[in-house]
């Protein structure tokens, strides 16, 4: 074993015998030794078997059966070439492997329609603007099949709502189809890396010929799915190619749009607001919505669905999961956090963990899976791949030669998973950015090996999401005595740029002791910022003004009453602390798209993004008053931009 190229943890005698005597037969047929690993095969064995009264051993055992069950169902995920490979060896487009993609077993469409209950459709109405309305699994399934030629269905939402899984389960509906179109499954992710070392022509005519074999220059109706769509201009080409490889067929295109990755995109890409595929025609549009876990007859319906159709053996009802869920403390459910949560059960003790350090976990699960044993570095580094990736103006340098080896991973295999993991991610190496730079023997070291310019990260105000991150992380004591020391060290320097960033990590504290040594942090930086005759006029006065404000919210945060009471007479008196507020708030709560998860403002006095959101809706009040409607204007003046802050409204 030790001259394979292979790694291992432990060789079993018991399969090794069974394999001996299969492999005496001529021929010797296929087979696969399924383990159920629970204990270390040491004298500790039996402290294993005691822990949880054969807790490890039950989840090993479920891990074998759902071995064997997924075995069963889909052969291809173990080395059936076949399937695996399609025709020509072009590798199947869909990941049932990816976190709420795995459909199996044979769903009935009334499953379907429980899974994705969270499917709305956005009908427009003569003078009483635009309303949203439920629209079943069912429903489109058969304006689809209705539509085998010429069609352009949409279908819309952010990351983890169920786009692909929806994509697959109508899929898998129309085979089912008495008579019904031919179909193919794209993504168009996988499809522009191909094509950009070849022809994009060349990559999709394989593609098809692996579905649909026979079709290309026949007449026959053909229904495709695209999924990975992001609205960039890089996937125009692919559309444009698909459709004059298919001009015969006259195909109809079912497309899965992300918009929270377009968002993204068009910040630091400089994209038209609207994307392109907003522009094209569409027999019908829907937008797979994120779910409440206050909304128990929808989310109960939702993951009961998804329990059915994925193939999960799972003993828990729908309503034991959504209860667990929302003692994590996830404010919404969607297809992903719900697949993650059925993964992990077992895997894990969820008692005393918060949504941040469930996600944290899970994607420490994944990375095991994927990658083997680990070290908490190497994870920690992937974490860092993603806050690179989210605040390139962080970004200084390569970094360490171990940092491209997790960006490579981090672009492969988990830069396209949704926000809540994107932020879990960013938090997680902020507390370890911060823990470093705490330590003497590695603070120096730190901004160097992760290419990260210190000066910035330390004067960066993240979003709402990634601080409430950070601040579920702080639940561990060890991590919050890491964090509150560098923040102790920030604070140290009263540097203006950075003062903010330190009262802010201080008013994330979470334990009484946290909350003390945060206290006497804010009575040291109040000598400062509460005396105006020790801030002269200057360049800096901007970054005082914020930390001054920081200081009001990180008191108010940690109970103290009478700076959330000054904080709310400095925004009634002062004009500018007004503007300050209302700009800030807009980009803190992502009431506009903004940067995506960091908080970058203009500070001077004269008025900021909110001045800028005043033109905007001036702009569209007054198109929707000449136009003669009163829906659109209702609308305006009921939307989240006019309660961006609690003070402003």
Sequence with gaps: MKNADRNYVAADMESGLIADGLLTLTPAPPFYAIRAISDPATTKKPEYDAIGDGLIRRWAMSNALDTVKLLIAEPSLFGDERKLSGVGGVPEDYSPEYPGQRILGAPSTSDFD??????????????????????????????????????????????????????????????????????????????????????AASVLRRRVDRDAPGLIDTKDNVIVFLDGLIGTDSERPIIEALSQLLARNEPTLVLAFGLDHYELQADSNDYPPTPYLHNRKHDRTVDLKAISVNDDALATAVIGGIVRTSGTSTSESPEAILAALRALGFLYLNHFVVSIYLHNAGKMAFEGKNSSAFVIQSMQNLYGDLYGRFTSRQFNLLCVAALRSYCRILVRSA???????????????????????????????????????????SSSAIFKSTGINEELFLSLVFGNDVNSAVKDLMADQRVEDAVLSAAHKISDTLEPASLSYALYLFGRA????????????????????????????????????????????????????????????????????????????????????????????????????????????????????????????????????????????
């Design 399 to 441: 970094g360490s030669p171990e940092l491209a080896t997790a960006h490579d991973r981090y672009e492969s295999d988990f830069a396209l998973f949704p926000r809540i993991v994107q932020t879990a991610l960013i938090a997680k190496a902020v507390v370890y950015i911060l823990g470093e730079f705490n330590n003497p023997k």
């Design 510 to 649: 979470r334990s009484e002791r946290g909350r003390l040594r945060a206290e006497k942090a804010f009575d040291t930086a109040a000598q400062v910022l509460l005396d105006p005759g020790t801030i002269s006029p200057s360049e800096q006065t901007k970054f005082w003004r914020l930390a001054r404000r920081s200081l009001y919210i990180s008191r108010s945060l940690n109970g103290d009453k009478k700076a959330t009471d000054s904080y709310i007479a400095a925004v009634i008196s002062d004009p500018s602390e007004d503007r300050l507020n209302r700009s800030f708030h807009l980009e803190y709560y992502r009431d506009h798209n903004a940067t995506g998860v960091t908080v970058a403002l203009d500070h001077e006095d004269r008025g900021g993004n909110w001045r800028r959101t005043r033109q905007l809706l001036g702009r569209r009040i007054e198109a929707a008053i000449s136009s003669g409607t009163t829906g659109e204007y209702d609308r305006i003046c009921h939307s989240d931009v006019f309660f961006a802050s609690p003070v402003s409204s």
């Design 114 to 199: 429980d899974r994705f209950s969270n499917m709305r459709v956005t009908v427009s109405k003569r003078d009483h603007g635009e309303t949203v309305l439920p629209v079943r699994f069912s429903k489109l399934l058969s304006e689809i099949l209705e539509k085998p030629r010429a069609g352009s269905f949409l279908v819309q939402g952010r990351g983890g709502g169920g786009k692909t899984a929806l994509l697959r389960a109508l899929q898998l509906s129309v085979n089912d189809a008495r008579e019904g179109p031919k179909t193919v499954f794209l993504d168009a992710r996988k499809i522009i890396k191909e094509a950009a070392s070849g022809d």
